[in-house]
């Protein structure tokens, strides 16, 4: 069931990989009203790192074009982050998020998802070949009280 959101903010650019530490550095700016440890906030920085990455290389590899990334802060301290592109999709997901399996070469490590899902509470893949995929990952941050 998806929460609601309390807070949101949404970012699209192109697949270029300058772009990349951009949406790592716009997803922790966002996460940060919610006053993560720091910890929790370089687990967020990781995860939206590789998904970021994903699209750029796997969903466009002989082209640019479009990456999405939507940032929520819902009720309940969860932040719910989701990468989306319009690229070539992901033929077969449960192959996809198993560790070491990569479409994109021998330079590729094949462990994208698996760093995801090690940093978030959870994450979901949608995807339909041809018309790109949608990667969301959500994390609860531990309640810290606000210095006023």
Do not use: W
């Given at each position: 069931?998806?929460?609601?959101?309390?807070?949101e903010?949404?970012?699209?650019?192109?697949?270029?990989?300058e772009?990349?530490?951009?949406?790592?550095?716009?997803?922790?700016?966002?996460?940060?009203?919610?006053?993560?440890?720091i910890s929790?906030?370089?687990?967020?920085?990781?995860?939206v790192?590789?998904?970021?990455?994903?699209?750029?290389?796997?969903?466009?590899?002989?082209?640019?074009?479009?990456?999405?990334?939507?940032?929520?802060?819902?009720?309940?301290?969860?932040?719910?982050?989701t990468?989306?592109?319009?690229?070539r999709?992901?033929?077969?997901i449960?192959?996809?998020?198993?560790?070491?399996?990569?479409?994109?070469?021998?330079?590729?490590?094949g462990m994208?998802?698996?760093?995801?899902?090690?940093?978030?509470?959870?994450?979901?893949?949608?995807?339909?070949?041809?018309?790109?995929?949608a990667?969301?990952?959500?994390?609860?941050?531990?309640?810290?009280?606000?210095?006023?």
């Amino acid at each position: 069931m998806r929460k609601t959101a309390v807070n949101e903010a949404k970012l699209e650019f192109p697949s270029r990989s300058e772009n990349e530490s951009f949406a790592r550095s716009a997803a922790a700016q966002f996460a940060a009203q919610m006053n993560p440890t720091i910890s929790e906030l370089e687990d967020v920085k990781t995860a939206v790192s590789e998904a970021v990455t994903n699209a750029i290389i796997h969903a466009y590899p002989d082209t640019i074009g479009a990456v999405c990334l939507k940032l929520r802060v819902c009720q309940d301290n969860v932040l719910e982050v989701t990468v989306r592109d319009r690229g070539r999709g992901i033929a077969d997901i449960a192959q996809a998020r198993q560790p070491m399996f990569t479409t994109g070469g021998e330079e590729r490590s094949g462990m994208g998802f698996t760093i995801m899902e090690s940093f978030m509470d959870a994450v979901t893949v949608r995807s339909k070949p041809g018309r790109g995929a949608a990667v969301t990952m959500t994390k609860r941050f531990s309640s810290r009280r606000r210095e006023k």
